[in-house]
């Protein structure tokens, strides 16, 4: 069976008995021409009924830059704050004609990740916990057409649209709980994904110094998404005698709680555990997790920097900031 070809702009141009390049002015959305309401009704008509889709290419060839955001599918469990967020910065870009997509790049190198995405030529690229490439992997996106760098942090970066999530504060404000509550030997759980590594490492910064000012041992812990790794991880405590655990985020600190009710260790009683990002998971737990709730700044609002930056490229990227992390105080750090 032999295979049709394409609709072309050509195809609806002849169908609705005007030119291509009105065609493409009522498709592309271009309200500088002036062309009568009937005719823009009929070309999208025709369109609609031959099954024409324009293409992006042509479509960035025009415009001199591409639709397409892009985000490196993240490593290990997406909670639901982040995919809730995607979620409605999704939408957010729509409304300003960018296209919104993830990519599976998770396990390449820096450098050559910036490589792949280039490939794909995005207009903007988003990273979440840091940008983490070297200079010439920049240069390689500014030079395939890439105009606007996204990313999470705790400063602004130069030259990027730094995101603002206080991420760190989440590690001093769990242990200050964990503290407030009689805990006096604790640990922090360190995720062993490398693309997790920043901010699970800014974390436990910001609690080792609030369990240093208060002078409480505090005891890294390594872990893996895994119950085997949960398992070594729940050992570790007893032998230790720790009765405190901020568990990096609710997915971790979920893993861990299940491992500890599995062998019967009391939790709160026993081991009071805290994660962050509340997850709608956790507040049906049992014990319920206590847990702190971060946010990304409005996606509204980071869509509409997105599009003035790649509208007008020389203004200056700036900054969103989020609200403050707080703390959702529940059963799994009850006093003793």
Request: glycine share 8%; aromatic share 4%; with cysteine.
């Amino acid at each position: 069976m032999q295979q049709s070809r394409p609709v072309t702009s050509s195809d609806v141009a002849l169908a609705a008995g005007v030119s291509r390049s009105t065609v493409s002015f009522v498709l592309n959305g271009n309200d500088t021409i002036a062309l009568a309401d009937e005719t823009r009704e009929r070309v999208r008509r025709v369109a609609r009924e031959l099954g024409y889709v324009p293409h992006s290419g042509a479509r960035a060839l025009r415009k001199g830059y591409s639709s397409l955001v892009l985000m490196p599918s993240p490593s290990g469990p997406v909670g639901h704050l982040l995919s809730s967020w995607t979620d409605q910065l999704e939408e957010a870009l729509s409304a300003h004609g960018l296209t919104f997509v993830t990519y599976g790049s998770r396990h390449l190198a820096p450098a050559d990740a910036a490589r792949a995405w280039s490939e794909l030529r995005p207009v903007a690229v988003l990273t979440i916990g840091g940008l983490n490439l070297p200079d010439d992997a920049v240069a390689l996106l500014r030079r395939t057409g890439t105009r606007v760098l996204i990313t999470t942090g705790e400063t602004p970066q130069p030259g990027i649209l730094t995101l603002i999530t206080q991420q760190a504060e989440a590690g001093r404000i769990a242990v200050e709980h964990l503290i407030a509550t009689g805990r006096r030997s604790l640990a922090v759980l360190i995720p062993r994904d490398r693309q997790l590594q920043h901010i699970a490492r800014s974390r436990a910064s910001t609690a080792r110094s609030a369990a240093q000012a208060r002078g409480v041992r505090l005891t890294e812990l390594s872990i893996d998404y895994t119950r085997e790794s949960a398992e070594e991880v729940a050992a570790a405590l007893s032998s230790a005698g720790i009765d405190g655990v901020y568990a990096y985020d609710d997915d971790y600190a979920l893993l861990l709680l299940g491992t500890l009710r599995s062998q019967g260790v009391d939790v709160p009683g026993s081991v009071a555990v805290v994660g962050s990002d509340d997850l709608v998971a956790g507040s049906v737990a049992q014990p319920p997790l206590t847990t702190v709730r971060i946010a990304f700044p409005h996606a509204t609002v980071v869509a509409d920097d997105i599009h003035r930056l790649i509208t007008n490229p020389t203004s200056e990227p700036g900054c969103e900031w989020a609200e403050a992390p707080r703390l959702v105080v529940r059963e799994t750090t009850a006093p003793i």
